[in-house]
């Protein structure tokens, strides 16, 4: 069984998304991320093979850290504990730009990506001109596509999927603008693979 948690804190003007997961036997690792405006600003790794192989103790025994170290964080983020930088605290203030993917039911043919996104500047207009970056966490090669919006705000990006080094991964669009930016962000999954006959 995988455990886990996703949580909102609110700590002044800033929204952080909390994400803890159990990233399973085969890669035993409790995983904390601290987003911020849509952006990883903190990350936590514990690791727990000291509890492999799992049985219903055990298990009982990494959910309660899991849930530790979830409501670690969450409490050194409301105490100002946990801190960042000047710049990624200011990200919480920065007017973003929001990124939409446009044909999310057919984005990937065979290996072929082809994204069709939009950008829209804070205010609800088309950002013409914008710089799209795409890159994945957790291909087995390197994802390094870019490409620049037109002036309603469209733009396509191809490129060649690779192959998911574990058991997912992380396709990560990034916009900027003269003014603003934003972050797509797509968890991917690998396919089981089809049992030998």
């Known amino acids: 069984m995988l455990f886990g948690h996703n949580t909102n804190v609110t700590v002044g003007n800033a929204h952080y998304h909390v994400q803890t997961e159990d990233r399973g036997a085969a890669h035993p690792v409790i995983d904390t991320s601290v987003y911020l405006c849509g952006r990883v600003v903190h990350?936590?790794?514990n690791d727990y093979s000291d509890l492999l192989p799992l049985d219903a103790v055990k298990e009982s025994i990494l959910k309660q850290r899991v849930d530790a170290q979830h409501a670690r964080i969450e409490e050194e983020l409301r105490t100002g504990a946990l801190k960042f930088s000047e710049?990624?605290?200011?990200?919480?203030?920065?007017?973003?730009?929001?990124?939409?993917?446009?044909?999310?039911?057919n984005w990937v043919k065979g290996k072929h990506a082809s994204l069709q996104?939009?950008?829209?500047e804070p205010g609800g207009g088309p950002s013409a001109e914008a710089k799209i970056i795409v890159r994945m966490?957790?291909?087995?090669?390197?994802?390094?596509?870019?490409?620049?919006?037109?002036?309603?705000?469209?733009?396509?990006?191809?490129?060649e999927m690779p192959a998911?080094?574990?058991?997912?991964a992380t396709l990560i669009v990034e916009a900027h603008s003269a003014a603003a930016k934003g972050q797509l962000?797509?968890?991917?999954?690998?396919?089981?693979?089809a049992p030998v006959t």
Request: hydrophobic fraction near 40%; avoid cysteine; proline fraction near 5%.
């Open 43 to 45: 990350r936590r790794k």
């Open 87 to 105: 710049e990624e605290a200011s990200a919480e203030v920065a007017p973003g730009l929001k990124v939409d993917l446009l044909n999310s039911s």
């Open 117 to 120: 996104l939009r950008v829209t």
């Open 137 to 159: 966490d957790g291909g087995a090669t390197p994802v390094n596509a870019a490409a620049t919006s037109a002036a309603d705000g469209t733009v396509a990006v191809d490129f």
């Open 164 to 168: 998911i080094a574990g058991t997912e």
């Open 185 to 193: 962000r797509f968890q991917l999954k690998a396919r089981p693979k």
